[in-house]
């Protein structure tokens, strides 16, 4: 059995300023090689530790049978998007195997809209699709509609959105996240210094580091059942923003391995 399975799936049918997200998937996998594979923060090389399986690209049509099947045989998925929209399809793939489920989402945006430009199912309404499923914890919001700020009121979801310039304790985050979780990682949480390469990017976002002590700690003490990472926009000239999304990837699987 695999510990990992890598899913591209280059989905891009929504987006609203840059384009670019189905390129993503390539440009993550192109740059993944070439990550040193020893990790001096674990001590240990993650490719001899766990088996890692890269499937071919799936159309978001495929990814859900696909997923049941990861699911069922104890695998964790990795998919790499692709806009943002691919991931209520997972979710709710998810949620058919594992009780429980929170969604983590580490973004710039709420994605709180219950439709944008006439589509119930944009990038931009990926949380209000999600929170029809489970419960979710967003980090690194910056950037969110009046619609969205009022609705999140409303509901009491503003309690679980953590907010970039006034960021909590990563317990209060865990705090807050069921027994069994999936991480959304929209690469525009990071501020822009450190991944320009995406299509609607916010001032003021996270840095490397604080990414990761979310990350290795959620990883730590939670059951996380899979991951995503998506809203790479590559360009050209710019192979940074490839590799250090390339290395987020190896280093969250990392985090994942260090478990029994």
């Known amino acids: 059995m695999n510990k990992f399975v890598i899913i591209p799936c280059p989905h891009e049918a929504t987006t609203s300023y840059g384009r670019g997200t189905k390129h993503g998937p390539a440009a993550i996998l192109k740059a993944l090689p070439h990550v040193e594979e020893f990790d001096e923060e674990l001590g240990f090389e993650t490719t001899a530790k766990a088996d890692i399986k890269i499937l071919k690209p ?47 989402q580490l973004d710039a945006h709420a994605d709180l809209r219950d439709s ?14 999600v929170l029809e499923i489970c419960p979710a914890v967003q980090a690194g919001i910056r950037s969110i509609s009046k619609e969205e700020w009022e609705w999140a009121k409303q509901t009491g979801q503003i309690k679980k959105i953590h907010f970039a310039e006034k960021l909590e304790l990563v317990e209060k985050i865990e705090d807050q996240l069921g027994k069994n979780v999936y991480i ?31 990350l290795s700690r959620v990883c ?23 590799f250090t999304i390339a290395k987020l990837v190896y280093k969250t699987m990392g985090y994942l391995t260090i478990k029994p």
Request: proline share 8%; hydrophobic share 40%.
């Open 220 to 242: 730590r003490d939670k059951n996380v059942i899979g991951f995503d990472v998506v809203e790479l926009a590559p360009r050209k000239g710019d192979i940074a923003s490839d």
């Open 116 to 129: 944008f430009q006439g589509k119930k199912n944009s990038h931009a309404c990926v949380m209000r699709r």
């Open 58 to 104: 799936l159309p978001l049509s495929s990814l859900v049978p696909r997923l049941l099947t990861i699911f069922k045989e104890g695998s964790i998925p990795v998919i790499l998007g692709g806009e943002h929209s691919i991931t209520p399809v997972i979710v709710k793939a998810a949620a058919e195997q594992y009780k429980n489920l929170s969604v983590l």
């Open 184 to 214: 959304t990682i929209d690469v525009d949480v990071f501020d822009p210094s450190v991944i320009p390469a995406t299509g609607t990017p916010e001032p003021g976002g996270m840095f490397w580091y604080e990414v990761l002590d979310i």
